[in-house]
């Protein structure tokens, strides 16, 4: 069975440094894998996705996650952080194959970035 | 362009009360699902639907039910409200079934039984 573990609650980082959100998962298929952003009150939105092409993905709001196969990893970086990007992130995996019967998505518990000026 | 619109945004009610969480997509997608995040647990399946009239199980399916009777609406009732369903409750469609092209997701109800 899929899932996903994301490996810290909540991140701090102060404005203008790199964001690190770290995300593993496991799976017995090629997984697909997503990180959605979570504003306060506000619903999912979609960052970026992984469905077996290019190991690096670039998303919106210049954050960047790269596939890792061998370390069963798919971390969420951003090289400079911005006070909008205060937000609870969720990682993500899809847990059948492409084609299968059935869809659902396995959603991590979430990191909470604080964003300090 | 609305994408998946919820209503109502907040409710209060009391316990065996009864109420239907409204869901509706205005971009022809076959499939949606119904969410419930909890405080540090992420977001599980309730119920999810493959197209009109067709509706099945996710993970946590118990005190809720759905229907599907047209591709737009995925309403979610609760017939016996109990306080192990204050939540808030996301309704999500896609395109494709195995979410491979990601969701879009309303921006969700928040839900307190008393």
């Known amino acids: 069975a899929q899932s996903v573990t994301q490996l810290d609650s909540h991140v701090s980082v102060s404005e203008g440094t790199p964001v690190l959100l770290r995300c593993n998962y496991s799976s017995s298929y090629s997984p697909s894998l997503f990180w959605y952003v979570q504003h306060p009150n506000k619903g999912l939105q979609l960052l970026l996705k992984?469905?077996?092409?290019?190991?690096l993905v670039k998303g919106i709001n210049g954050f960047e996650a790269e596939f890792k196969k061998s370390e069963t990893s798919f971390h969420l970086t951003k090289p400079s952080a911005h006070m909008s990007d205060a937000a609870e992130y969720f990682c993500?995996?899809?847990?059948?194959?492409?084609?299968?019967?059935?869809?659902?998505?396995?959603f991590g518990k979430g990191t909470k970035l604080s964003v300090k000026p | 362009n609305a994408g998946v619109t919820q209503t109502p945004k907040f409710r209060i009610l009391k316990i065996g009360q009864s109420m239907t969480l409204q869901c509706a997509q205005d971009?022809?997608?076959?499939?949606m699902y119904w969410y419930r995040q909890d405080p540090g647990m992420g977001l599980k399946l309730i119920y999810y639907s493959v197209g009109a009239g067709i509706t099945d199980k996710g993970e946590v399916p118990n005190g809720y039910n759905v229907s599907r009777s047209t591709t737009e609406d995925f309403p979610l009732r609760l017939e016996l409200a109990a306080p192990s369903q204050t939540s808030v409750y996301f309704c999500a469609s896609s395109q494709y079934l195995e979410g491979a092209y990601g969701y879009t997701f309303g921006s969700g109800t928040r839900l307190t039984v008393v």
């Open positions: 993500v995996v899809s847990d059948y194959p492409l084609g299968g019967s059935q869809g659902n998505l396995i």
């Open positions: 971009m022809n997608h076959n499939y």
């Open positions: 992984y469905t077996s092409a290019a190991t």
